[in-house]
């Protein structure tokens, strides 16, 4: 049989090729032995975790970029706390001062000096903030009390290891003893021994290997096979729970009080029944850090002879750029705080609502730090605080400007004032606050703040719109607020009928008067119920009013039967 050519070709090469020798299989064998030896075999060469002077820090066992230094006492990076630890820790270039806020707390620690403030009380430290190379440090001795922290300094790491006393650890048991690794693998040089039986803490897991601490402060990577898992172990930590005033079993009903020249004689205001709370517009943000105070101590008097609580209120003149100045001024801030709590104490006041609106943008974090600051100092007193917002919109001054999560862990109470959907900035007719339009706010605010904080804020006053057009054919509105007294009153001698309007869930007129078309959405009996069932709905903490002087005798019945 002849051959093809492949055929031949491949005998050529089978006639070229050999069987390997003894060489080469004892070359691939010593080959794959090394290969083995080095990924498997442990190593016994002893490494350490900070090879450097520099004083390293493990965070919940990571190891963070900042360095600590030691100087008569251990200190910790301003940014290493700021980020890790409390994310509300303010430093002030202006007066060269870091400023902490806790629950009932605040501190102010100023650079090189022992002597600050707590509770703007003057304090004296154990050891100072200092400031190195345009960095800022703080102590470690008084931030174990500060963030509940377990630290443990190794000096001959140089390591220090911080631990977050409020977040679970899970526990382990050696199983054998083995070696801590600087690295998860059995090639990596080793750190320390652990012995059969030794407790360690668990605190991530990586390609099979646990990163563990030693109650010691010894810690590294160590065979996930080699450690039993144990219980989760949560520190104990002796805290007090705050709980803010509230009418055990009822929700909270509160109205405004309009007081800003001259407060209402109380033997005028009548019967308001149902009412817990009053707040009068008695506190202004003035210049210089000065508060405008218009306060009445038969009053407060007054409401605590029937019951009732008085909530002080302080605005900010509506101006933002006094605001501006006063927020980014620590010193201005204490001294109006000094002066809000003077005169809490000084009329035997139960709380502040803060009404702050119109404010710029940039200084949404500096009225975040404001009230930080502030509601310690209140919550010492036992006294409540609560604070304003409007629904969320893209407004920048009246709606963007608040913080309302950050606001919402720190208040008391959070004030929704759910109205103003048309005003005299609208181009057209439309409700003061429609139910779809109220409830809708609800729902988005709530995303941001717990329903067990909000209160309600509903109006007691309506627009009488005007409608009509000039001699270019062009759409003329205008309007005027009522309060509900007087609006009956306009309904009264117009015989106008009111007819119940399905899309704002409200009573509504119409007038068609001398080329002039009238609009008017109620508020009355009908609303309100609705608004208090919205509330219900949403198992928001009450209801507030604006404002008093505006409501009718009928509402106040009608709103505490609703409740």
């Not at 407790?199 to 590294?220: H, P």
């Not at 730090?369 to 605080?385: G, N, S, Y």
């Not at 309600?456 to 270019?472: F, I």
Request: overall charge negative; proline content about 5%.
């Amino acid at each position: 049989m002849s051959t093809t050519p492949l055929q031949e070709d491949l005998s050529r090469v089978s006639k070229r090729t050999k069987k390997p020798g003894p060489g080469y299989l004892i070359f691939a064998l010593a080959f794959l032995f090394c290969v083995g030896l080095y990924f498997f075999y442990p190593a016994f060469e002893q490494g350490t975790l900070n090879p450097t002077s520099q004083i390293h820090i493990y965070y919940m066992g990571q190891k963070v970029e900042e360095k600590a230094f030691y100087e008569d006492e251990l200190y910790f990076p301003f940014t290493f706390i700021k980020e890790h630890l409390d994310p509300h820790i303010q430093w002030d270039e202006k007066t060269k001062q870091v400023i902490i806020t806790t629950d009932k707390e605040v501190f102010h620690l100023p650079v090189g000096n022992k002597e600050g403030f707590y509770n703007l009380e003057p304090y004296s430290f154990t050891y100072p903030v200092l400031e190195k190379e345009g960095k800022v440090y703080l102590p470690a001795e008084p931030l174990n009390k500060f963030y509940n922290l377990d630290v443990k300094y190794i000096a001959d790491g140089p390591i220090v290891t911080v631990h977050d006393l409020t977040q679970p650890v899970q526990e382990g048991i050696v199983l054998n003893s083995t070696k801590l690794r600087l690295e998860p693998t059995v090639i990596s040089p080793w750190l320390a021994q652990l012995n059969k039986g030794q407790k360690v803490s668990i605190l991530r897991e990586e390609k099979g290997w646990y990163w563990v601490e030693t109650f010691d402060g010894l810690m590294g990577y160590v065979d996930e096979r080699k450690v039993e898992l144990g219980a989760i172990r949560l520190a104990e930590i002796d805290k007090e729970e705050y709980l803010p005033w509230n009418p055990l079993g009822e929700k909270i009903l509160l109205t405004w009080e309009g007081a800003w020249g001259t407060t209402p004689d109380p033997n005028k205001i009548g019967d308001i029944t149902g009412v817990q709370v009053l707040s009068p517009t008695w506190f202004s943000l003035q210049e210089n850090g000065l508060v405008k105070n218009t306060a009445d101590l038969a009053y407060v008097k007054w409401a605590h002879a029937t019951g009732r609580q008085v909530w002080g209120l302080f605005d900010n003149s509506f101006d933002p750029d006094l605001t501006h100045v006063f927020l980014n001024d620590a010193s201005l801030r204490a001294k109006v705080i000094k002066q809000i709590l003077t005169y809490v104490d000084l009329y035997n006041l139960d709380g502040i609502n803060l009404d702050f609106e119109n404010m710029y943008l940039k200084d949404k974090d500096a009225y975040v730090q404001f009230v930080r600051e502030l509601a310690p100092l209140l919550r010492e007193k036992d006294r409540v605080i609560s604070l304003d917002v409007t629904f969320i919109s893209q407004s920048e001054n009246w709606s963007l400007v608040y913080d309302r999560q950050k606001l919402g862990e720190v208040v008391d109470y959070m004030m929704v004032m759910a109205y103003d959907e048309h005003g005299t900035f609208s181009s057209r007719a439309g409700s003061v606050s429609s139910l779809p339009w109220v409830e809708k706010g609800i729902q988005a605010i709530l995303e941001q703040v717990p329903n067990k904080k909000i209160i309600l804020g509903v109006p007691l006053y309506t627009r009488l719109w005007e409608e009509s057009y000039d001699e270019n054919g062009k759409l003329v509105v205008k309007s005027q607020a009522l309060s509900m007294e007087r609006a009956q009153k306009w309904l009264k001698e117009n015989k106008v009928q009111i007819q119940e309007d399905q899309a704002t869930g409200q009573n509504y007129a119409e007038l068609k008067k001398d080329g002039v078309v009238y609009k008017m959405w109620l508020e009355d009996e009908l609303s309100l119920s609705r608004r208090v069932e919205l509330m219900k709905k949403y198992r928001l903490a009450g209801i507030a009013t604006w404002m008093r002087s505006y409501a009718t005798d009928e509402v106040w019945p009608v709103l505490a039967d609703c409740l």
